[in-house]
């Protein structure tokens, strides 16, 4: 029986691993519930506690997940992604806003707008 609890403890640890690299740190409650629903899959009793430290599990892995250095290849994705251009998403100090003009109005068009005046 021993032998069993130790791989459920395994299991959950190497799942939680696998949980935080698959979502690269960053999940929503959703993921959280389909996580915790593939533990219970397991054999794991989900009670309140065991809810609780495997999402204090989680959340230690993460944070260990962003402090460590990332593996080569990681790192090689990076390089990718720095290549690639990106847009800039500020203006630099000092830059002005363009000006837009508004459309000038034509005789036609003051006529239009103002019916109740007739000459």
Request: overall charge positive; hydrophobic content about 30%; glycine content about 4%.
């Given at each position: 029986?021993?032998?069993?609890?130790?791989?459920?403890f395994d299991d959950v640890l190497g799942s939680a691993k696998e949980f935080v690299e698959r979502h690269k740190g960053a999940w929503?409650?959703?993921?959280?519930?389909?996580?915790?629903s593939d533990v219970k899959k397991k054999g794991?009793?989900?009670?309140?506690?065991?809810s609780n430290t495997t999402g204090s599990v989680l959340e230690s892995l993460k944070k260990l997940h962003?402090?460590?250095p990332k593996t080569e290849a990681a790192k090689?994705?990076?390089?990718?992604?720095?290549?690639?251009p990106q847009k800039a998403e500020k203006k630099e100090a000092?830059?002005?806003k363009?000006?837009?003009?508004?459309?000038?109005?034509?005789?036609?068009?003051?006529?239009?707008?103002?019916?109740?005046?007739?000459?």
């Open positions: 029986m021993k032998e069993k609890g130790k791989n459920l929503d409650h959703t993921k959280w519930e389909s996580f915790l794991v009793p989900v009670t309140e506690e065991v962003t402090l460590l090689e994705s990076k390089k990718e992604e720095a290549a690639v000092g830059e002005k363009p000006v837009t003009s508004k459309p000038k109005k034509t005789p036609a068009a003051k006529k239009a707008k103002a019916p109740g005046k007739e000459k």
